[in-house]
């Protein structure tokens, strides 16, 4: 690989702001707030939105669609 060309591959520690659940991965991204780990290390923390933790299809928590009702709009709108 070329050297200075590609972006530093460093621990983040990611952080689901909805259920409060922090996980460390390896990632390019960056940021300028820190987090002191499980481990005592200081890491770039970033913070997000969903994680498998808080998403509708990790969590079974789907909501249920009025497929009933969808079904019976169709047959009466396209009943012949």
């Given at each position: 690989?070329?050297k200075?060309?590609?972006p530093?591959?460093?621990e ?12 460390k ?6 940021s ?49």
């Amino acid at each position: 690989m070329k050297k200075d060309i590609h972006p530093k591959y460093n621990e983040v520690v990611f952080w689901d702001q909805s259920s409060d659940f922090k996980f460390k991965t390896r990632s390019t991204m960056t940021s300028s707030d820190t987090i002191t780990w499980e481990d005592g290390k200081t890491y770039p923390v970033v913070k997000i939105e969903v994680s498998s933790e808080s998403h509708p299809f990790y969590t079974g928590k789907n909501m249920l669609l009025d497929t009933a009702g969808r079904v019976e709009k169709f047959n009466r709108r396209y009943k012949k």
